[in-house]
């Protein structure tokens, strides 16, 4: 489904994520998301058997566009593993720091972030997407932990895969209390916390 590349799919597709982003999984209905697709209920049925398996493919093509950011992000460039590792974290301070509900800001709120809670109870398939997903973005970090501790940037007795978990588990936490604030306190905490988890420079 995922190498689909009809036109009139990736419409449901790219309108459905504009108002999911805004407004939750549940908080929008199969009739809005067609009308703002500008196409028939018949259409929707033929791509997705279900407004789940919608939401499946949606989070799953999400996914892929993120970690494919996130591999730009932490890419080895020259500077040290854990600068890279930091220039991720800046980036989602960056996009989850916007307040408010309007489409625009909207538009750059992370799906794993803004539907992990509110579907892993309602849709095992999109529940076991959301896992798959956060397990490869979790490899992927435990990757460049794994270099900052080669290169000297933390020190060579940090656990990669633990401190990876710590890292995004407190991450996530951040973007739950920014949305609560309405402030970037959490981020600028997460920020700190990130430092002193990561440990000193070695070299």
């Known amino acids: 489904?995922?190498?689909d590349a009809s036109p009139t799919r990736n419409q449901i597709?790219?309108?459905?994520?504009r108002l999911i982003s805004s407004k939750g999984f549940v908080g929008v209905g199969l009739a809005e998301i067609l009308?703002?697709?500008?196409?028939p209920k018949g259409s929707f049925y033929h791509y997705f058997s279900s407004k789940e398996r919608f939401g499946e493919v949606l989070l799953a093509r999400y996914?892929?566009?993120y970690l494919q950011?996130?591999?730009?992000?932490?890419r080895p460039d020259g500077t040290p593993a854990r600068a890279r590792l930091m220039r991720y974290w800046s980036h989602w301070n960056?996009?989850?720091c916007g307040i408010g509900e309007d489409s625009d800001a909207a538009s750059t709120k992370c799906l794993i972030v803004k539907l992990s809670a509110e579907v892993a109870d309602i849709s095992e398939s999109m529940r076991q997407t959301l896992r798959e997903g956060t397990d490869r973005v979790l490899q992927r970090l435990a990757m460049c932990l794994d270099e900052a501790r080669g290169d000297g940037s933390v020190p060579a007795s940090l656990d990669a895969a633990r401190t990876a978990e710590s890292l995004y588990a407190l991450w996530l936490g951040a973007s739950l209390l920014s949305k609560l604030r309405r402030d970037?306190?959490?981020?600028?905490?997460?920020t700190r916390s990130t430092e002193l988890l990561l440990g000193a420079r070695t070299v």
């Open 69 to 74: 950011q996130l591999d730009a992000l932490l």
């Open 1 to 3: 489904m995922l190498a």
């Open 63 to 65: 996914i892929e566009r």
């Open 35 to 39: 009308a703002s697709a500008g196409v």
């Open 94 to 96: 960056l996009a989850q």
């Open 184 to 190: 970037n306190s959490a981020f600028e905490q997460a």
């Open 13 to 17: 597709l790219d309108c459905g994520e």
